[in-house]
């Protein structure tokens, strides 16, 4: 663990930040498959199935966003212990963090099973796609544990300096996931059930290898009994600094809730199904940005804590133009090319025409939200949870509710797919400034620091 952290304060920060981004990219990708195969074979199914997955969405994005509340909580702390080279706090903080995990996803499954016909017509189900959704979702909540695990304690691994072996773990999961999908939906005939059944199966795998590698004698971050007793004052901090992509994965809930609603009135369940195209499209592509970010935390997190604001300031701008290179790129893609890929996902004509239509204009503003990402993903990194929760807040929950529930009324199924183009745009603009705010603020600490080491040199001197 030492020589991970001296290479963090030393390696050239371009050659660090492709260390770490690069297995996280992978590891996102490879990551996203879990959904994606299963909405390419459902896909084959109907288009029917393929609403129920998105039905199922909201709830499963629940899930992700309590395994983000404890799991992105955690890594930055134990990040910012580590730079601090304060090692038992950092254990302490693993170990509440499994504690947590495991007992907010048996609480998640609990409330999902019982409430599920209600909380899926919420989320606007029909009674044509209600079989699909049920289906879906009751295995998914069999397995909500081992997704809080797997996805959760991913981060700490990553958070360690082990990015190559998250993305290992990742993979197998992935490769068990796609061999699975074909094989239970087509050959044992389990439709759409078989695919959750696939997703689980391979999370319980990606759990298990989590675990052993906190467990192996060869762990750098050792899991202790003792430290899996829940403290309130690490279950705060843990919490604190989580609740902003908790806050963010949400409002994403909530968006996806009204939005489905939208749809449904706007569109019918086609056009749900189309939404779940546009989602998947933007999964298939967004998440080696998400990699670059995910790579830069750690980082940035360490160097803040040694008080190395210079590498802090030329990471960020690293991370700002990989992502914003990565996010024009797919903008690109994008708008030339809508239909070939929605036809990925389905070969119904009236999906496919919803799907493209939408893509482009849900998506025009894709070029300007790295600012918005890369921000929010700072202020995480570096302990500032009010800020990033704030940023994060921003584009789902100031702009983008209001705007899902205003422009459709006034623009029909196109006014659902501008709102998310034009929050994008606000949100993106506050976001800059607040970038541009914090680099001043890293200039300030870089010369307070810089003038703070004469003093330091003499009074050691004498």
Known sequence: MGNNNNTLITMPVSRLLLKFSLPAIGGMIINSLYNLVDRIFVGRIGGLAM??????????MMLFAVSSLVGIGASALISIKLGENNKDEAKGLLGNAITLLIGLMLL???????????????????EATMPYAVDYMTVILYGAVFQGIGTGLLNVVRATGHPVKSMVIVLVGTLINIILDPILI????????????????????TSIMVI???????????IEMS????????????LSIGFAPFIMQLSSVVVSIISNNALKTHGGDVAIGAMTIINSVMVLFLMSAMGVTQGAAPIIGFNYGAKHFDRVKQILKLELLAVSSIFTITFIVVQAFPVMLSSIFTNEPDLISKA????????LMLPLLSAQIVGANYFQAIGEAKKASFLGLSRQVLFLIPLLLILPNFLGLNGVWGAGALSDLISSLIAIMALRSAFNHLNKLENEHRS????FLSIAAK
């Not at 129920?52 to 499963?60: A, D, E, K, Q």
């Not at 052993?212 to 050792?222: L, Y």
């Not at 703070?452 to 003093?455: F, G, L, T």
């Open 227 to 238: 430290k899996l007793k829940l403290h309130l004052v690490t279950i705060k901090s843990i």
């Open 212 to 222: 052993q590698h906190f467990i192996s004698e060869k762990s750098p971050m050792k």
């Open 51 to 60: 609403t129920g997955i998105g039905l199922s969405l909201p709830f499963m």
């Open 108 to 126: 998640m499954t609990l409330l999902g099973l019982i409430f599920m016909t209600p909380i899926l017509e919420t989320f606007g189900a029909s």
């Open 186 to 205: 087509f050959t044992f005939d389990m439709g759409i059930a078989g695919a959750a059944w696939a997703t689980i199966i391979a999370q319980l795998v």
């Open 356 to 363: 493209s239509s939408g893509m482009r204009l849900f998506l």
């Open 452 to 455: 703070e080491e004469p003093r």
